[in-house]
């Protein structure tokens, strides 16, 4: 079997494909945007993302290979993101890797999308060993999971209603920061005091470690208009001082940040794991990275975070777990269809 395998993922908003060298080597990793394209309506508009990946997953794909200086028949198998996510999106990129896997006769494999942000710390990390504690926080999903071994997912906690990034992107929305919105909080707040106003900290009862952000998002909300601003149809806020902007930003972005700390040490200390892995989008907000940290320090933790590039939806984090799965003997058919609620574990 080829040492090279093409990963192929399209399960949101961007589309992505990557070529990998015996599961670990990045040879390439090309991710196109649609910030621009879904900027304007403040979120992801789930027929424009899908009708995108159409335009784009064939160009990306090509554009993977020559960059990597593979070309298809040096191709050993295609891993690809089967969910979760929106299903259109996901439909453009299983029909892809499909095609190529029928037309190469190489083996398909199959990949959970939150997997695969869990497995792109090994990308710069192989030697980590197990068990260690996961938070994947992202635009789609805030799910803490126990790892005692290779494919052993025990989801802990998750978000009861938004995921973090969703309320970020609300958030900013309402301050009229634009999209996406973490990005756009984390700049907004640099400048404002994290202290300023008392937002509200959701902690789960009876020993859960779910989340929820719903409240906080509302909370923002009835801040302003007690202050007698008045919401637009769009959701914005119309004319506010930057200053107050500011102090809004920061003190959202601390009680969102203290909430997944808090969470996080706490399942790692339970289940008396000494290593804790932060992925997906949010990751990489800096304040949650620091924060984190030193909690994590101070209960004698490690805490490890992906770059940047490996953080956000890419398809070199898919083609490394789909690595991982192929060599366990994993094969997906020509059958396999796109699953939006595809269960990790």
Do not use: W
């Not at 339970?270 to 804790?276: D, I, S």
């Not at 939806?313 to 991982?324: F, I, K, P, W």
């Amino acid at each position: 079997m080829s040492e090279f395998i093409l990963g192929i993922e399209t399960s949101c908003d961007e589309t992505a494909a990557a070529v990998l060298e015996k599961g670990c080597i990045i040879r390439s990793n090309v991710v196109a945007s649609q910030v621009t394209l879904h900027a304007p309506y403040g979120g992801i508009v789930p027929e424009l993302a899908s009708r995108r990946h159409l335009e784009n997953v064939l160009p990306v794909v090509i554009q993977a290979l020559r960059q990597a200086e593979v070309q298809l028949p040096d191709l050993g198998a295609i891993s690809v993101t089967a969910g979760p996510g929106l299903v259109g999106s996901l439909l453009v990129g299983t029909s892809m890797a499909k095609s190529l896997a029928y037309a190469l006769g190489i083996p398909l494999v199959a990949v959970n999308h939150l997997e695969g942000h869990i497995r792109a710390i090994f990308l710069e990390h192989p030697e980590l060993t197990y068990p260690y504690v996961a938070l994947v926080v992202s635009g789609g999903h805030t799910h803490l999971y126990y790892v005692p071994e290779e494919y052993i997912y025990r989801l802990l906690g998750r978000t009861r209603d938004d995921a973090a990034g969703e309320a970020f992107d609300k958030v900013a929305k309402l301050l009229g920061l634009g999209y996406p919105g973490g990005p756009a909080i984390e700049r907004a707040g640099a400048g404002g005091n994290p202290k300023a106003i008392a937002f509200p900290r959701s902690y789960s009862g009876n020993g859960s470690l779910d989340f929820s952000f719903s409240g906080l998002k509302t909370a923002v909300l009835y801040y302003l208009e007690g202050l007698g601003y008045k919401i637009q149809r769009s959701g914005e806020t119309k004319f506010l001082p930057p200053e107050l902007v500011a102090d809004i930003a920061a003190s959202f972005q601390q009680a969102i940040v203290e909430v997944l700390t808090r969470n996080v040490i706490k399942a790692a200390k339970a289940k008396k794991a000494r290593l804790v892995i932060l992925a997906g989008g949010v990751a990489c907000n800096q304040l949650l990275r620091q924060h984190l940290r030193k909690g994590a320090e101070e209960e004698g933790l490690e805490v490890l975070f992906p770059s940047p590039s490996l953080c956000t939806d890419n398809a070199a984090m898919v083609a490394a777990a789909g690595y991982r799965r192929l060599l366990r003997g994993e094969r997906a058919g020509l059958d396999l269809n796109a699953s939006a609620n595809l269960p990790l574990c």
